[in-house]
């Protein structure tokens, strides 16, 4: 049995409670009793009492009042009714209550154990299952994937159809799309979503490495091998294996990689037997794999092998439109980790972050907004917060003679220096005499004069 619950003991009898008291205490329950209902109304707040034996028949409030007012302030108890004039009539008004079960006095110690065990797995169920819908929710929400423009919506509908195949799917774009939400969303929409989502980064580790994380090994197959260790094919049996950066294994382990795809069996490294798995294999790269193979350095056959659908997660440059919703998004998140009041974004950020390539995409769109929210001081984001360098705006409709945007701009530094002409030249990087020259030249003169 799991967690034992706190057991609260409801009965005018003195040695109707006390006998339970001990029998229950003796299995290491922790208990509480009361003499009436209005006691145990008094000591419904002093503790979360997670199992109530409540007596039907006691002077001034009974039992059926007294749960019904239970119920009011713990509705996650469970309670069990004890009497020792049952009737079907006090037993459906009881169930219709609240009540979990009730028992007939006199019972038998076991009897009370098996409800009580009966509550808790019962109790243990109900959390399996939130917990279990929690977990599926989180897989299948495409809002996980943020975006409202066109691109991104498209992406949505063919992750849609994807999804419930059991086709390989190549997912396909720069680094920081979010190719791994997308192969979330894809195992999270299938048949498979309450089996693994297992991903492995294979430009991360070495060939030697990645053989033996993907495949396993058997005690002795190496040095250092000191036990047998299962793989993350073996890891997603009956679930998803996720291959990310794809392109960047060597052909030894393409090899390796194209015969499970064509024969769902394999070897531990140091072992003979074969091992059988269903697994769906979804895989990322940022690379050209096309460029890839014509350069012979991947496999043409399991390109083909991996892109039966191919899934291209656009860069964010080309929907910026979804900028402020990510933002948004990233605010939220971060100020809840931090415990920090919901920050806004000035309009100029807004811009700025409009404005913005975004080489590093949506990735790095999320550490500016986790840095902007670490050393931000006020109610919103500021330019000043902003890691990267802004570009100036540049004026429009500019002479195209040179010699009239230098008129213009020897100007422009004159006034901000309010015509002082040493503060002026070293502005220019000119000296003193080249300034005036260029004043006499144009025919230049401090406003006002």
Known sequence: MTKKPCILVVDDEAAMRESLKDWLIEDDYQVGVAASGEDALAMAGERNWEVILLDLKMPGMDGLETLKRLKGILPESEVIMMTAYATVDTAVQAMKEGAFDYLVKPFDPDQVELLIKRIVDHRDLVLENILLRQKLEERSRYDEIIGKSDVMQAVFQLISRVA??????????????????????????????????????????????????????????????????????????????????????TLRTQVDLLRVLQNKEFSRLGGEALISVDVRILAAT????????????????????????????????????????????????????????????????????????????????????????????????????????????????????????EEIHIRRILDEADWNISKASRELDIDRQTLYNKIRKYGLEAKGK
């Open 164 to 249: 419930p195949t059991e086709s390989t799917v190549l997912i396909t774009g720069e680094s920081g799309t979010g190719k791994e939400l997308i192969a979330q969303a894809v195992h999270g929409n299938s048949n498979r979503c309450y089996n693994p989502f297992i991903a492995v980064s294979c430009g991360a580790l070495p060939d030697s490495l990645l053989e033996s994380e993907l495949f396993g090994y058997e005690k002795g197959a190496f040095t250092g091998a000191e036990h047998t260790k299962r793989g993350r094919f073996e890891m997603a049996d009956g679930g998803t294996l996720f291959l990310d950066e794809i392109g960047d294994i």
């Open 286 to 405: 940022n690379r050209d794999l096309k460029k890839a193979i014509a350069d012979n350095r991947f496999r043409e056959d399991l390109y083909y092998r991996l892109n039966v659908i191919s899934i291209h997660v656009p860069p964010l440059r080309e929907r910026k439109e979804d900028i402020p919703l990510l933002a948004d998004a990233f605010i939220h998140k971060f100020c809840l980790e931090m415990n920090k009041d919901e920050m806004k974004i000035a309009p100029s950020v807004l811009k700025a972050l409009m404005n913005y390539d975004w080489p590093g995409n949506v990735r790095e769109l999320e550490n500016i907004i986790e840095r902007a929210l670490v050393i931000g001081q006020g109610k919103e984001i500021v330019l000043d917060d902003l890691p990267f360098p802004r570009k100036a705006a540049v004026p429009e409709n500019l002479p195209k003679s040179l010699k009239m945007m």
